[in-house]
C-alpha cells in the first residue's frame, strides 16, 4: 500500500513539474499572462469569487491588455475602451459564432447551420427594427393597457409587492403576449400567467452554469419541453391568435425548407430567453432606480405630464404613437444610466487565424494565437472612473445633453470613448432588439408612473447586483425591493 501511494505520490510531482516547465508562457509581444498554477482550471477560482475585482486588480498589475486561463482557454482581456471599436470591426479573424453554435446548441437544440451564415436568414432586423418595430411597439402598448386596466391595478388602497414582481406581473405578460398572442378561445388567466412566469425564471434560472459548461439538467430540459410544448407549431399557428409577423415568417420559411417540426418551438424559446431575461431585469433596475431618487423620479414625472399635456390626451389613452416616445429624453436617459449600471455585456471572440491586435491605450501590437479568445467587458468601461465621474453612483442625468437632439461625448485621458455605453454588445453579435427593448422599457415606465402612485417601503435597503451574469447579460437583484403601488386619483 505505501508503495503504491510512493509511486502515485512521485508520478504526481513529476507530471506537475512537467506541466509546470512546459506550461504556456507569453512569447515575444503577446499579451503577459497573469500567473497560474492549477492546470487547466488557471485563475478559474479568483475570477469566479469576484470577476469585476479580479480584473481591475490584474489591470493595475498588467495593463490593459493580459491573458487569464480559465477552464483550459486561454482569455485575452482588453480593458482599454479605445480599442474595442476595432474588435468590433474584426469580425473574420475574431469571430463569435464560434462559441454560440455550441451553446445554442446546448441550451436550445437548435443547430445553427455555420458560423458565416446569416442569423435567421435576415428576418430578425426585418421584425425588430424598422417597420417591424412599429407593429411591436403599438401591440406592447395596447396590452400594457390590457394588464393596467385589471381591478388590481385600479385600486385607490395601497398594494404591496416587489419591485421585480411588479416588473413581472405587468411587462411580461405584455411582451409574450405580443410575441405568442393569445391563447383561444380564452387568453390565458392570471393565474396561468404566474405558471408562464415562474417557468420562465426556473428555465432563467439555469443560465449561468449552462453558459459556464455545466451539462444539461433533468430540471432544465423539463421546464424546457413545457415551453416547446407551448410553442409547438400547432399551438403559435393554429391555437393562438394574434401571433407575431417574426414567427409567422418563420414558419413560412421553415415549411419551404422542409425543416423538422420542432424548429419553430426551438426558436419561439430562444427568444423568449432573448427578449425577457435581460429586458425584464433592465425594466427593473430603470423602475428602482427611479423610485430610489426623488430628483429622478420628479423628472420623469414632469416630462410624462408634459407629454400628457402636449397630447392633448387624458391618462387613460394609449394612443401615444412611437414618435411620442422619442420626445422623452428623460426617461431615456434614466434607462440608459440603468443599463450603464444594471447590465454586464460583452464582447467575446474566438481567434480563427494568428492577428495582432492594436492597443490604441499604449500604442503597442499584441499577438494573438489562433483558437485563443478575445474578451472585452463592458461594464469595466461603464464603471470606469476615467470615464464616468462617481462611476458607481446613479444619476439620472448623467447622458443628458444640453442639446437633446446630440448624444453626449465621454473622454477617458483627454481621448473620445466612442464605446462608451455598449449595453447591448457591439459589430455583428449586436443586439438585433435593442431599439424594441429600449422603447418597451419607456412605454412601461411611461404607463405605470402616470397611471400609479409608487413608492419603495424600506428606500434605504442597500440593493446589489449579482455577479453571476458578469458578461453576458443583465444583472439580477441580491434581493427583490418592497415597494407599494395604486391608482392615482384622477383630476377631472
Ligand atoms: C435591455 C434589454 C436587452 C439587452 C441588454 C440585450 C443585450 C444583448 C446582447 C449584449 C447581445 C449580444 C450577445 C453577444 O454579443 O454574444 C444580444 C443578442 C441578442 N438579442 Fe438582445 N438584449 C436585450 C433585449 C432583446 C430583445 C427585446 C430581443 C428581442 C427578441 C433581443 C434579441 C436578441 C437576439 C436574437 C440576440 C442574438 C443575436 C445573434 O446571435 O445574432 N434582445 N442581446
Not at 211 to 222: M, T
Amino acid at each position: 500500500m505505501l508503495y503504491v501511494l510512493s509511486v502515485l505520490l512521485v508520478t504526481t510531482i513529476f507530471a506537475y513539474t512537467l506541466w509546470l516547465l512546459t506550461r504556456r508562457r507569453s512569447k515575444g509581444n503577446e499579451p503577459p499572462i497573469v500567473p497560474y498554477w492549477i492546470p487547466w482550471l488557471g485563475s478559474g477560482l479568483q475570477y469566479n469569487k469576484s470577476p469585476i475585482e479580479f480584473l481591475r486588480a490584474c489591470e493595475k498589475k498588467y495593463g490593459p491588455i493580459f491573458t487569464v486561463l480559465l477552464a483550459g482557454k486561454f482569455f485575452h482581456f482588453v480593458l482599454d475602451p479605445l480599442t474595442h471599436p476595432a474588435i468590433a470591426r474584426e469580425s473574420q479573424k475574431l469571430n463569435f459564432r464560434v462559441h454560440t453554435i455550441p451553446l445554442v446548441k446546448k441550451i436550445f437544440d437548435i443547430n445553427r447551420p455555420d458560423k458565416l451564415v446569416k442569423t435567421s436568414a435576415g428576418l430578425l432586423p426585418r421584425h425588430l427594427q424598422g417597420k417591424g418595430l412599429e407593429r411591436l411597439t403599438e401591440t406592447v402598448l395596447t396590452k400594457l393597457d390590457d394588464i393596467l386596466s385589471d381591478s388590481r391595478y385600479k385600486s385607490p388602497e395601497w398594494t404591496q409587492s416587489g419591485v421585480l414582481k411588479f416588473c413581472f406581473d405587468v411587462l411580461f405578460p405584455a411582451s409574450y403576449r405580443t410575441l405568442y398572442g393569445e391563447k383561444q378561445p380564452n387568453k390565458e388567466s392570471f393565474d396561468e400567467m404566474q405558471k408562464i412566469i415562474e417557468d420562465f425564471q426556473k428555465f432563467d434560472e439555469f443560465f449561468p452554469s449552462l453558459v459556464r459548461g455545466y451539462p444539461v439538467s433533468k430540471e432544465f430540459q423539463e421546464v424546457r419541453q413545457r415551453f416547446w410544448n407551448r410553442f409547438s407549431t400547432e399551438s403559435l399557428m393554429e391555437k393562438r391568435s394574434g401571433v407575431c409577423d417574426l414567427f409567422r415568417e418563420m414558419h413560412e420559411l421553415y415549411t419551404s425548407r422542409n425543416e423538422p417540426s420542432g424548429r419553430l418551438s426551438r426558436d419561439a424559446v430562444a427568444y423568449l430567453e432573448a427578449a425577457m431575461a435581460n429586458t425584464l431585469v433592465a425594466a427593473f433596475w430603470s423602475l428602482y432606480f427611479t423610485l430610489k431618487h426623488p430628483d429622478a423620479l420628479s423628472a420623469a414625472k414632469a416630462e410624462i405630464e408634459e407629454i400628457i399635456k402636449s397630447s392633448d390626451k387624458t391618462n387613460n389613452s394609449v394612443c401615444f404613437s412611437r414618435e411620442y416616445f422619442s420626445k422623452m429624453p428623460v426617461l431615456d436617459n434614466i434607462i440608459k444610466e440603468s443599463l450603464r449600471l444594471g447590465v454586464s455585456p460583452a464582447a467575446l471572440r474566438e481567434a480563427t487565424e494568428d492577428l495582432n491586435i492594436d492597443l490604441v491605450a499604449n500604442g503597442k501590437k499584441y499577438k494573438i494565437r489562433k483558437g485563443d479568445k478575445v474578451f472585452a467587458i463592458f461594464q469595466l468601461t461603464h464603471t470606469d472612473p476615467g470615464i464616468y465621474e462617481n462611476p458607481m453612483e446613479f444619476k439620472y442625468d448623467r447622458f443628458l445633453s444640453e442639446d437633446t437632439s446630440t448624444e453626449k461625448k465621454f473622454y477617458k485621458n483627454g481621448k473620445l470613448v466612442r464605446f462608451n455605453l455598449q449595453p447591448f454588445g457591439c459589430g455583428l453579435s449586436k443586439c438585433p432588439g435593442r431599439y424594441w427593448a429600449m422603447l418597451e422599457i419607456k412605454q412601461f415606465l411611461f404607463l405605470v408612473l402616470s397611471r400609479l402612485d409608487m413608492e419603495l417601503t424600506q428606500p434605504e435597503k442597500q440593493i446589489t447586483q449579482l455577479q453571476d451574469r458578469i458578461g453576458f447579460g443583465a444583472l439580477q437583484p441580491s434581493s427583490d425591493p418592497s415597494m407599494r403601488f395604486r391608482a392615482k386619483v384622477q383630476v377631472a
